[in-house]
T-cell receptor, first 116, second 115 residues
Framework: GENVEQHPSTLSVQEGDSAVIKCTYS??????FPWYKQELGKRPQLIID?????GEKKDQRIAVTLNKTAKHFSLHITETQPEDSAVYFC???????????????FGKGTKLSVIP | GAGVSQSPSNKVTEKGKDVELRCDPI?????LYWYRQSLGQGLEFLIY????????KSGLPSDRFSAERTGGSVSTLTIQRTQQEDSAVYLC?????????????FGPGTRLLVL
């Protein structure tokens, strides 16, 4: 099925603190998990992704962890800055029965606010 | 190089009218995707193209929605007899290969308002 759950829907943190966003997926065959950042009025942009053969990936202040057994993955942002304020979307490749193919299914997004 | 572009950026129409939204993908990208983003909601998959063919139309919300892609490049999303619930931002994305593991590059979107 096509089901990606994302929590929380909103998150406020003080500048310098860490932020964690969690997603769960339903298809055990999912093998690609990207994260997109969408600033207000702008297009979504890929910030980091992870594939199913890796448990963790880091890129400067951003990291993503994947637990395939539990079918959940998380985005971690350390030392948050005001420019991190945006909506973050997780996604997972899930099977779409309509055409018998895998497509990206997106979570509903998390609005992150970093308070200076 | 140029990214994904969409036109118009904003469209206001009256209920019952038809609208046509355009997407210009990144040159050489095989796959093209259409999503809908309602206010405060996530990205709802509508349709994708491999080249000119659309093997998956299951995401289209009703038969008033249709899309085509010609020449493996530009795509148009047409909404007939628009309804107020069609108001949303329509996003297009493209990727180099037609596998879901490829990075999708998004356009700026078309903001549609149906009065």
């Amino acid at each position: 099925g096509e089901n990606v759950e994302q929590h929380p829907s909103t998150l406020s943190v003080q500048e310098g603190d860490s932020a964690v966003i969690k997603c769960t997926y339903s298809d055990s065959a999912s093998n690609y998990f990207p994260w997109y950042k969408q600033e207000l009025g702008k297009r979504p942009q890929l910030i980091i992704d992870i594939r199913s053969n890796v448990g963790e990936k880091k890129d400067q202040r951003i990291a993503v962890t994947l637990n395939k057994t539990a079918k959940h993955f998380s985005l971690h942002i350390t030392e948050t800055q005001p420019e991190d304020s945006a909506v973050y979307f997780c996604a997972a490749t899930e099977f779409w029965s309509g055409a018998g193919s895998y497509q990206l299914t997106f979570g509903k997004g998390t609005k992150l606010s970093v308070i200076p | 190089g140029a990214g994904v572009s969409q036109s118009p950026s904003n469209k206001v129409t009256e209920k019952g009218k038809d609208v046509e939204l355009r997407c210009d993908p990144i040159s050489g990208h095989t796959a093209l995707y259409w999503y809908r983003q309602s206010l405060g909601q996530g990205l709802e998959f509508l349709i994708y193209f491999q080249g000119n063919s659309a093997p998956d139309k299951s995401g289209l919300p009703s038969d008033r929605f249709s899309a085509e892609r010609t020449g493996g490049s530009v795509s148009t999303l047409t909404i007939q007899r628009t309804q107020q619930e069609d108001s949303a931002v329509y996003l297009c994305a493209s990727s180099f290969r037609d596998t879901p593991q490829e990075t999708q590059y998004f356009g700026p979107g078309t903001r549609l308002l149906v009065l």
